[in-house]
């Protein structure tokens, strides 16, 4: 249905409500009426127009690792409250390490064998334009601290690398993944395309932090080839932000065309190297292909600023084709 805005005065645009709508929900002059934003709709209705998600989980006996994915996929879906029930205290100092990295999560209620999670600072849309850089920018931090950390052989340095990719990319990332849930994006039409492009730079650092990881167990220096080969990737991640923020198809096209030399020529090995290479040079090679991803996911959000979206081939309208 639709219902025409009238001016009263200078300032105020009003409309009416419809009649049916008015006896159904029993609304009388003097209610007051709840207003939510979705996006660029609006919502109305008699007290909260949106409802309260609670979930009820049982961790008992589950694996560690599952417990971190119960919790984290709840709170990224935009649950409002968690009840669960646990049953060692092992798994209780889970929840709470877990709980402990979630933007605006809290535990509200603890028991013997159970607690209840519950969000204590409200997830707002206006927030995650800021939370967002801030992962960019936490991104590019790691893989600087990651390459010279390697360089300078800190083992007990590149240790770290794996901490903060858990609890601060993660925690940047899960929040963003909840706004977007929870309510979509400012502009509705980009929502799909930056949730995929967190999950691909939330991979990236998952990349920097598993390099970390696995050369730390080595202790071996890589070579200068290699390390050349991550600080390569590294600049080609800086000039992606740049884009993202600066948007230029010339620099993208750049970008791009060395993204895929470098997954080619990294995939091109003469020979068996060391194992401490081969590790450099496979996240490398993961790290430039999650890159190509991100520019899709650049183009699709360029193409919606323009106002030109074509669905079947979202680079068409406006720039050649990129190809993959």
């Known amino acids: 249905m639709k219902r025409k805005v009238i001016r009263q005065g200078s300032s105020t645009l009003t409309m009416s409500l419809p009649v049916k709508w008015i006896k159904k929900n029993g609304i009388k002059p003097g209610d007051e009426i709840e207003v939510d934003e979705v996006g660029d709709v609006l919502v109305l209705g008699k007290g909260s127009a949106r409802r309260e998600l609670i979930a009820e989980i049982d961790i008992e006996g589950k694996d560690e690792k599952f417990i971190y994915r119960y919790i984290d996929n709840l709170y990224m879906y935009g649950y409002d409250e968690i009840r669960i029930k646990f049953g060692s205290r092992r798994q209780l100092e889970q929840i709470q390490y877990i709980v402990g990295r979630l933007l605006g999560f809290a535990i509200i209620e603890q028991k013997a064998k159970s607690c209840i999670v519950r969000e204590v600072v409200e997830t707002r ?19 600087e601290d990651s390459l010279s950390r390697l360089k300078e052989k800190d083992w007990s340095g590149l240790i770290d690398i794996k901490e903060r990719d858990r609890a601060i990319v993660n925690k940047l990332a899960f929040f963003c993944i909840r706004v977007l849930n929870k309510g979509g994006y400012t502009d509705p039409k980009k929502t799909t395309a930056l949730h995929d492009l967190i999950i691909t730079l ?24 290699a390390t050349s080969m991550l600080s390569e990737v590294n600049g080609l991640f800086t000039a992606v932000e740049e884009i993202y923020y600066n948007f230029d198809y010339e620099a993208l096209k750049d970008v791009h065309e060395k993204c895929r030399s470098m997954r080619l020529e990294i995939s091109k090995a003469p020979k068996p190297v060391p194992r401490e290479d081969f590790i450099a040079r496979y996240h490398s090679r993961k790290i430039a292909e999650e890159l190509l991803n991100v520019i899709d996911s650049i183009i699709v959000l360029n193409m919606i600023d323009q106002n030109s979206v074509d669905i079947q081939n979202p680079a068409s309208k406006t720039h050649p084709e990129l190809h993959v």
């Open 125 to 143: 849309a206006e927030d995650f334009d800021r939370v967002f850089k801030q992962l960019f920018f936490t991104i590019n931090e790691l893989a």
């Open 202 to 225: 939330e991979n990236i650092s998952d990349e920097y932090a598993n390099l970390s990881e696995e050369l730390v167990l080595l202790k071996r220096p890589v070579s200068e080839a």
